[in-house]
């Protein structure tokens, strides 16, 4: 069933002017991106863009462990955000903040009321209807061990469209011959050679979406200290059709963040990295980053081709019938 068609792009935009408006901080680190250092770097057919945002660096190197979690005020409640963050409820559900660290010129946070862990599965429908309702936008999700820095609190974001490259990419990267389902009202794509493999969901109708999602879903491995598979997931709405770009992970981290000297690099990717803008928050990991550590990055934490071609042939083994 199609939710009501309703937009609050707009309403999103309007708030995110109130903010630079009031709120020195936002106002600060939004103006900063502006001026940031950006570099590209054209791979086998697609692009990753490094961003030099200095003030993700309480983000990037968040501690995410259940101690840590336990003994830090969690910065998405209510009632421990800042007296100049405006809030608007959306859904009666969950808050549409504005990012005061912003990747994007446009960059919002979407958590949950209520106080409960990250978790996809059973938020599934939100995700689509908020992708609906702000269909300017592209939505994300970082699973709890997929980027999240605050895997305690449910959460979604909410980012300017066509900065991250796989936003107009995905269009050119499924083909016929990587159609894994058919359904009435959604088809499900293999996503290959692309160093961030996963699974691509085209559909025109919540019901088809979610059926092909928890397929997806229960073909991926749960790790034993976690507690859903390792995920990062795009959706945007347009034209009667959304566009659910699934990106299964395994490794939270690469080993380099833990690395000492001058192998360290401060890399904890989440969704925008994934989506092909690799963040760095300090200076001398802009200047280092080069084609080949990227792709051993991008290989340590996401699945090759192969692993994905496998997790694909279990999906279709377990197909509805008639697809």
């Known amino acids: 069933m199609m939710p009501e068609t309703n937009t609050y792009s707009a309403e999103a935009i309007r708030l995110l002017n109130r903010q630079l408006k009031e709120w020195p901080l936002a106002n ?7 001026s940031i250092r950006l570099k590209t770097f ?4 697609f692009t990753i863009k490094v961003q030099f945002t200095p003030s993700r ?40 903040l504005v990012n005061p660290y912003p990747i994007f010129p446009e960059h919002f946070t979407i958590p949950s009321i209520e106080h409960v862990d990250q978790r996809i599965l059973h938020r599934f429908e939100d995700f689509l209807e908020l992708a609906h309702a702000l269909d300017a936008f592209t939505v994300f999700y970082n699973g709890p061990k997929s980027g999240a820095s605050a895997p305690d609190h449910a959460h979604f974001q909410a980012v300017t469209r066509h900065i991250m490259p796989i936003d107009d990419e995905v269009y050119t990267r499924i083909e016929e011959g990587q159609r894994l389902i058919q359904l009435p009202g959604g088809t499900l794509y293999q996503l290959t050679h692309y160093l961030r493999n996963g699974f691509v969901i085209k559909a025109q109708t919540i019901e088809a979406a979610h059926t092909l999602f928890k397929l997806v879903y229960k073909h991926l491995v749960v790790k034993p200290d976690e507690v859903e598979p390792g ?3 795009f959706a945007h709405y347009q034209n009667g059709t959304w566009t659910i770009t699934i990106i299964p992970r ?5 080993w380099q ?5 001058e192998e360290r690099l401060l890399s904890s990717p989440g969704a925008a990295d994934i989506g092909g803008l690799f963040v760095t928050a300090r200076e001398e990991d802009f200047e280092k980053i080069r ?14 081709d192969t692993e994905i071609a496998e997790i694909a042939k279990k999906i279709t083994a377990n197909a509805p019938k008639g697809h």
């Open 291 to 304: 084609k080949d550590l990227l792709e051993d990055i991008y290989s340590q934490v996401c699945f090759n």
């Open 231 to 233: 995920m990062n997931m």
């Open 257 to 261: 963040f833990a690395a000492k000297g």
């Open 28 to 34: 600060k680190n939004f103006l900063l991106l502006k």
């Open 57 to 96: 660096m309480l983000s990037s190197n968040a501690k995410v462990d259940m101690f840590s979690l336990k003994e830090r005020k969690c910065f998405l409640c209510s009632h421990h955000l800042p007296p100049e963050q405006e809030k608007r409820v959306w859904k009666a559900k969950y808050l549409l």
């Open 250 to 254: 395994k490794k939270h981290r690469p």
């Open 42 to 45: 054209e791979m086998d057919g």
